[in-house]
């Protein structure tokens, strides 16, 4: 299993940047998802990380430092819309040729005018 | 393509009933998972299945059974529901578990034991 610790929530203005950071502790860690989560929906997948380094999509980038056992979700030119829980989730082998996703408990990000 | 689809989306059972959340996905995906989703608590894996005929116990088994017994189905049972058990329930599916492998989820199902 894993620790994983992200802010509970974060308010930025529209038109803004936000990072919301997310730190876990694992022994096989075998990569790093983050997940947008509207009040009522269901998660969808936003960005995945395995090596270190940023990986850029449109508005949204997401950095992975391994060693350090941190990544973060950066949102550029915040819309109205960003405004959803982030989810930090971190894939770790579990043994017996099993992996598990375990996830954080999520951000709530309000965007404000 | 439907993606993953879960049935029933709302139900109310009383203390004791018991009942059976279905999820069916058309992605031809080996894997399947349940979580539950409380406040302040995240998603929480309850059981997992990694093919056809397979289940597994996540973080929080108890209270629950799941069969797989056809590829594209994964049931959660509860056959004694308590209301511990009110929350909110994800299926997902993936292609595997290889680094990569995106997971894809329902669109949810709301239970509220009384």
């Known amino acids: 299993g894993q620790n994983i610790d992200q802010p509970t929530e974060m308010t930025a203005t529209e038109g803004a940047i936000v990072q919301i950071n997310c730190t876990y502790q694992t022994s096989g860690f075998n990569g790093l998802f983050w997940y947008q989560q509207h009040a009522g929906e269901a998660p969808t997948f936003?960005?995945?990380?395995?090596?270190d380094g940023l990986e850029e999509k449109g508005r949204f980038s997401s950095f992975l430092s391994r060693s350090k056992g941190y990544s973060y979700l950066l949102l550029k030119e915040l819309q109205?819309?960003?405004s959803a829980s982030y989810l930090c989730a971190v894939r770790d082998y579990s043994g017996a040729g099993s992996y598990q996703l375990t996830f954080g408990k999520g951000t709530k990000l309000s965007v404000i005018p | 393509n439907a993606g993953v689809t879960q049935t029933p989306k709302f139900r109310v059972l009383k203390t004791?009933?018991?009942m059976t959340l279905l999820c069916a996905q058309d992605m031809n995906h080996e894997y399947m998972?349940?979580?539950r989703q409380d406040p302040g608590?995240?998603?929480?894996?309850?059981?997992?299945?990694v093919g056809e005929g397979t289940t597994a116990k996540g973080e929080v088994p108890d209270g629950y059974n799941v069969s797989r017994l056809k590829k594209q189905n994964f049931l959660l049972g509860?056959?004694?529901a308590a209301p511990s058990q009110t929350s909110v329930y994800f299926c997902a599916s993936s292609e595997g578990q290889h680094s990569g492998n995106t997971i894809y989820f329902g669109e949810g199902s709301w239970l509220?034991?009384?």
Not at chain 2, 41 to 49: A, E, Q
């Open chain 2, 78 to 80: 509860l056959e004694s």
């Open chain 2, 33 to 35: 998972y349940w979580y």
């Open chain 2, 112 to 114: 509220t034991v009384v």
């Open chain 2, 16 to 18: 004791g009933q018991s």
């Open chain 2, 41 to 49: 608590m995240g998603l929480r894996l309850i059981h997992y299945s």
């Open chain 1, 80 to 82: 109205m819309k960003d």
């Open chain 1, 46 to 51: 936003l960005s995945y990380n395995v090596l």
